[in-house]
């Protein structure tokens, strides 16, 4: 089917950079909008960014300015530039794919395909 692993978290004082990755593996046919989500501690899952297979990006209002989601179609992989960070971006960021991939009996239905969360700190 369709994997995707993320890379890239760590920690980071006030104010740095990150860059997130995400890989989409498997038997893919198409994959179309990929996203990136996070999660605090104690709160519900939200959406950070979308980009569509053409390029259009979306983003929270939250991150707006600071954060920049791009993709490599090439590759499968999407990426999040995280810069000015803040403490409240503490979370664990999931990659998310809507994606096709090739069956025994030809190419599959749209599916929704999460990664496993990258940990992203930002502390002093």
């Known amino acids: 089917q369709v994997q995707l692993v993320e890379s890239g978290g760590g920690l980071v004082q006030p104010g740095g950079s990150l860059r997130l990755s995400c890989a989409a593996s498997?038997?893919?046919?198409?994959?179309?909008?990929m996203a990136w989500y996070r999660q605090a501690p104690g709160k519900q899952r939200e959406l950070v960014a979308t980009v569509t297979s053409g390029g259009s990006a979306n983003y929270a209002d939250s991150v707006k300015g600071r954060f920049t989601i791009s993709r490599d179609n090439a590759k499968n992989t999407v990426y999040l530039q995280m810069n000015s960070l803040k403490p409240e971006d503490t979370a664990v960021y999931y990659c998310?794919?809507?994606?096709?991939?090739?069956?025994?009996?030809?190419?599959?239905?749209?599916?929704?395909?999460w990664g496993q969360g990258t940990q992203v700190t930002v502390s002093s």
């Open positions: 998310n794919a809507a994606a096709r991939y090739w069956s025994a009996i030809g190419p599959s239905a749209w599916g929704d395909y």
């Open positions: 498997g038997s893919i046919f198409s994959i179309n909008a």
